[in-house]
Nanobody, 130 residues
């Protein structure tokens, strides 16, 4: 089955850390750009961080720069999002997506292209609360 599956979400206290996983099955992430997005009900979906799976180029939203790190493991066909110094405002459902055409900045910043991404996962909940 061709799909992206996110995991690693959970409940964490402010200042804590979580590591999210985005695993692709049924296809190779080579030559795709992969992005992490988050959504809070009532707000627009936000591009958090994006990475070129083959070239490793990265992009970070200003809201997470210096706290989140995106990386990939080509052997495991997996993209990670290491989230440190978490804040309550990081609480959201986090989704990963893969697209063949959009570059990492376009993928993360331009909202109008998101409906055209090749694959979306179903999301994992991250809650930052004391």
């Amino acid at each position: 089955q061709v799909q992206l599956v996110e995991s690693g979400g959970g409940l964490v206290q402010p200042g804590g850390s979580l590591r999210l996983f985005c695993v692709a099955s049924g296809f190779s992430l080579d030559n795709y750009n992969i992005g992490w997005f988050r959504h809070v009900p009532g707000k627009e979906r936000e591009g958090v961080s994006c990475i070129g799976f083959t070239d490793g180029n990265t992009y970070y939203a200003d809201s997470v720069k210096g706290r989140f790190t995106i990386s990939r493991d080509q052997a495991k066909n997996t993209v990670y999002l290491q989230m440190d110094s978490l804040k309550p405002e990081d609480t959201a459902v986090y989704y990963c997506a893969a697209d063949w055409e959009a570059n990492v900045k376009t993928m993360c910043v331009i909202t109008s292209v998101r409906d055209q991404f090749d694959y979306w996962g179903r999301g994992t909940q991250v809650t930052v609360s004391s």
